[in-house]
């Protein structure tokens, strides 16, 4: 049973926002005075019947809704984990069983455009949620370029309109590092499409890298997978490079590669990125350029863990790496023992992102608002 809180004000002031109107607006479109609206939304008085009926047809909701709020009980935990190569969508109990799981394509804004955003979101919502009462849901979504500029704003009231019994969205970061830290010191190096790290001391967060593949200089998929063309090119060219390379390739795109590098182009950041995978394919394979792509790639990532552990300062924590990459951990961590300094210690969660979303979604549920 639900119980039934009488808070017209409050919605009513959540309503007239949301629908963009001043109090004043609203006054004159329903014939009351600003001060009238004024003393509705603070809680001291409700209008006639009448009246009540006029603004829920104004607003599009029902007379009950607009009155009361129903306190229903959480029941389900909704983590977002969304990327510029995939979106992954799970609701699990609250005990964290999985109950249904989808992986659609990109909803990074920034990369694939907000509109495209909103539909990827749409369509995992309506897919995993189904006929569940969304007020039995909390929700967090960490969306990789979710914050940038007005995004945030955007996405939370996309979100809003779903009508979740709890909400917050933000970067996927905040999912990276609830998988790799859980609160607590240390610094999450996140290497998928891109590359990112953050230490972590004292609730205070530092970045380090992650400014965008233009600026960056390697160890993330995209790197990676920009090499791998490279060297497959100048191999097509004459200058050297790996035929292994382009071999493999060529066995993903099914044609010449001098015949893709309009569509490689068109594909963008997440399509060259997997062809991050053949550059460990070949490595595997015993290819010498596969291994200088490596180590050079490697190289970078071991910058930033050291930039990182020396921000620790000697507070104790823990270095992760997690991302998609982080799942080549067997290949990737000889390299990287290799050119970081001996007392640094280091480890790789196998955990998806999308665990720590969840996982933030479950800490939702007692906050306020």
């Known amino acids: 049973m639900t119980e039934r809180n009488i808070t017209f004000g409050k919605n009513l002031k959540a309503l007239r926002k949301k629908k963009g109107l001043t109090r004043a607006c609203l006054a004159e479109k329903i014939s009351y005075s600003e001060k009238s609206i004024e003393k509705w939304e603070s809680g001291n008085s409700i209008p006639p019947v009448a009246t009540v009926c006029k603004l829920a047809e104004l607003f599009g909701v029902s007379v009950d809704s607009l009155i009361f709020t129903r306190n229903v009980e959480?029941?389900?935990?909704?983590?977002?984990?969304g990327g510029g190569t995939k979106t992954d969508f799970l609701l699990t109990d609250l005990n964290g069983n999985e109950i249904k799981r989808i992986i659609l394509g990109p909803s990074n804004p920034v990369s694939a455009g907000i509109d495209n955003t909103k539909k990827c979101l749409d369509q995992g919502i309506n897919q995993i949620c189904g006929d569940i009462d969304k007020r039995?849901?909390?929700l967090f979504a960490g969306i990789a370029g979710g914050i940038s500029g007005n995004n945030k704003e955007t996405i939370n009231k996309f979100l809003s309109s779903f009508g979740?019994?709890?909400?917050?969205?933000a970067s996927d970061t905040d999912s990276a590092l609830e998988v790799a830290l859980s609160g607590e010191n240390g610094v999450a190096v996140i290497i998928g499409t891109g590359i990112v790290a953050?230490?972590?001391?004292?609730?205070?967060?530092?970045r380090i890298g992650g400014w965008g593949y233009l600026i960056d200089k390697g160890g993330s998929g995209f790197h990676l997978?920009?090499?791998a063309l490279n060297s497959a090119l100048q191999f097509v060219d004459g200058r050297g490079g790996s035929e292994m390379i382009l071999q493999m390739i060529e066995k993903k795109l099914r044609k010449p590669l001098s015949d893709s590098i309009s569509e490689i182009y068109q594909g963008g950041n997440p399509y060259i990125a997997s062809f991050s995978s053949v550059v460990f394919d070949s490595y595997e394979k015993g290819d010498r350029e596969a291994e200088k792509i490596l180590d050079r790639n490697v190289s970078e990532i071991?910058?930033?863990i050291e930039t990182?552990?020396?921000l620790l300062k000697g507070k104790k924590g823990k270095i992760v790496l997690c991302g998609g990459l982080s799942q080549r951990q067997n290949i990737l961590k000889p390299f990287l023992e290799n050119h970081l300094r001996k007392e640094i210690q280091f480890e790789f969660s196998d955990k998806d992102m999308v665990t720590g979303a969840v996982s933030l979604a479950k800490k939702n549920i007692n906050k306020r608002g």
């Open 164 to 169: 979740f019994g709890k909400l917050q969205n």
């Open 136 to 138: 039995k849901i909390s």
């Open 198 to 206: 953050f230490c972590q001391v004292g609730g205070k967060r530092h």
């Open 74 to 81: 959480i029941k389900y935990l909704f983590g977002i984990d």
């Open 225 to 227: 997978g920009a090499d």
């Open 308 to 310: 990182g552990y020396d």
């Open 302 to 304: 071991a910058k930033i």
